[in-house]
């Protein structure tokens, strides 16, 4: 919030969250939900800012990166999301 852009190399992991909005957001959003394991379980696309919200109960965190980098690196509901030591890298 209150950032004018999100870089496209970088994203936030909001841990636990199975839910979101998009006020006080200045652009849109892609939000990936994953599970315990970081599963890919729900994406949706292109949140855009102060109108979107967005939920995936049985979701345990969600990646919020910029608009378009779902797409650009072909997440899919099903793929595993890499993880090292606490440290996660997308």
């Not at 496209?8 to 315990?36: E, Q, T, W």
């Not at 379980?41 to 378009?68: T, Y």
């Not at 797409?71 to 793929?79: A, L, N």
Request: hydrophobic share 45%; aromatic share 14%; net charge positive.
């Amino acid at each position: 919030m209150g950032r004018k852009n999100m870089p496209d190399d970088y994203g936030l992991l909001i841990y636990p969250c199975n839910s979101i909005h998009m006020c006080f957001m200045r652009f849109a959003i892609d939000a990936v939900y994953l599970d315990k394991q970081y599963t890919i379980i729900k994406i949706v696309e292109n949140l855009r800012p102060w109108l979107g919200i967005s939920a995936c109960w049985k979701a345990r965190a969600v990646l919020e990166v910029a608009a378009g980098t779902a797409e650009r690196y072909k997440y899919v509901v099903g793929m595993k999301l890499p993880v090292n030591n606490k440290t996660t890298y997308f």
